[in-house]
């Protein structure tokens, strides 16, 4: 092979990599971003306490009531716990931002109405004086406030001792969810 053929070769291959490498970054479909919340303000409802603290054991709990009252309770949590009661007040147009918790919570709708759409793209709704739960542990939800009156929640959350008590998670791409209104 002719050395000068040769060495154009070299400097060309450089040069097609390169391309192939801007096609592809360019024709790639970029991995949705965290969304944040907006419209909303958290009260920790402990205050001046970021939140309780349960040792591992202290929640392991039974109450077994069906016979008098038609009810039975049972929890046994493994780890130490933090506890964490949280009013959240959503203007309307306010939303949570997709998110999950590593652990359950219970919330009540305390005035007006909320909806909550899950990574599914389905949703469910609450007006005050009804209650949900979340699992947590990788239930991926975004809370929203379409009425036109402030809505406000109580949540009472239970995670593992020191971590977050909520995760931002990439938005789904569920069309039915509109993104949050300029403030």
Not at 8 to 16: A, F, G, M, T
Not at 37 to 48: E, F
Not at 63 to 71: A, S
Not at 141 to 147: A, L, M, W
Request: glycine fraction near 10%.
């Amino acid at each position: 092979m002719n050395p000068l053929t040769q060495l154009k070769q070299i400097r060309v291959l450089p040069l097609l990599i390169a391309t192939a490498l801007i096609v592809l970054a360019t024709f790639t479909a970029a991995p949705a971003r965290a969304t944040t919340g907006c419209g909303t303000t958290n009260t920790n409802l402990l205050s001046p306490v970021t939140a309780g603290f349960f040792p591992d054991g202290l929640l392991k709990l039974m109450c077994n009531e069906v016979r008098d009252l038609g009810w039975k309770f049972k929890m046994d949590v493994k780890g130490d716990s933090d506890l964490y009661v949280t009013k959240l007040t959503f203007d309307p147009g306010g939303q949570t931002g997709w998110h999950s918790h590593p652990g359950p919570s219970l919330v009540t709708v305390i005035e007006g109405t909320l909806t909550v759409y899950h990574d599914d793209c389905t949703f469910e709704t609450f007006s005050a004086g009804e209650s949900f739960t979340d699992l947590g542990c990788g239930d991926i939800h975004d809370v929203r406030n379409e009425g036109a009156t402030e809505a406000i929640d109580v949540a009472v959350q239970i995670v593992p001792h020191g971590a977050p008590r909520r995760i931002d998670v990439n938005d789904p791409g569920c069309a039915n969810v509109p993104a949050c209104p300029p403030f």
